[in-house]
């Protein structure tokens, strides 16, 4: 267990249809970033969140939207869905300025939410 | 332009040898951090190794070392003595800016196979 949770782990949608993708940060981390890999390619950066605030946009679509909570848990919306949706969607979180800590853990990546498309 | 780049998107490496996976970067920050994610078949990313800007000495954890030659701007890894659960893929990552609070910058990878 990496300490960051995600849920759920495997989703089948239909076109056109609307989903939400959980993410628990490790415990301490204020950071979330979201990434999208899809078949044999490398993770691309949607959105990170940090404290509760929008801090970095990568390359999301506008029917996708995030958000992150209080408690720091972040939600990741996925509306209008595409074939092309279909992907390993993962979650990672991160401590501030702590090279000791990045040196032993890097940035810890959720198990991932596999969503198809159908 | 391509910040991170992995230029061996497979490779091959017979059990027990050595093999060097590449990474190039491209930064004009001075403070960064370079990764190593595995990822096998399962999906899960594996957190491997971790390189500072800053590190006087090149990384190594376990059967992993890094091969960091900051004015070539590369940051190679290699794994020594080969299992056959090393057969996945492993991806090359940066964060720029001094603090761990900036999105990774991920290659394509390089699938690795060992071979009993």
């Known amino acids: 267990d990496s300490g960051v949770t995600q849920t759920p782990k495997h989703l089948i949608t239909a076109t056109g249809q609307r989903v939400t993708l959980r993410c628990s940060p490790r415990s301490g981390d204020l950071s979330v970033y979201w990434y999208q890999q899809s078949l044999d390619q490398g993770l691309q950066f949607l959105i990170q969140?940090?404290?509760?605030?929008?801090?970095a946009k990568g390359n999301i679509l506008e029917r996708f939207s995030a958000q992150q909570f209080p408690d720091l848990h972040s939600e990741l919306n996925l509306s209008s869905l595409e074939l092309g949706d279909s992907a390993l969607y993962f979650c990672?979180?991160?401590?501030?300025?702590?090279?000791?800590?990045?040196?032993?853990?890097?940035?810890?990546f959720g198990s991932g939410t596999r969503l198809t498309v159908v | 332009a391509q910040k991170i780049t992995q230029t061996q998107p497979g490779m091959f490496v017979q059990e027990k040898e050595a093999v060097t996976l590449d990474c190039t970067y491209d930064?004009?920050?001075?403070?960064?951090?370079l990764f190593w994610y595995k990822q096998p078949s399962s999906g899960e990313m594996i957190f491997l190794i971790y390189q500072g800007s800053y590190d006087q000495q090149n990384a190594t954890e376990g059967r992993y070392s890094l091969n960091f030659q900051k004015a070539r701007k590369s940051a190679n890894l290699v794994i020594s003595a080969s299992q056959l659960g090393d057969s996945a893929m492993y991806f090359c990552?940066?964060?720029?800016?001094?603090?761990?609070?900036?999105?990774?910058?991920f290659g394509k990878g390089t699938r690795l196979s060992v071979i009993a």
């Open positions: 969140y940090y404290n509760g605030e929008e801090r």
């Open positions: 990552a940066m964060r720029e800016t001094p603090s761990g609070n900036t999105p990774l910058v």
């Open positions: 990672a979180s991160s401590v501030v300025a702590d090279g000791a800590f990045e040196r032993q853990y890097g940035y810890t």
């Open positions: 930064t004009s920050d001075p403070s960064y951090g």
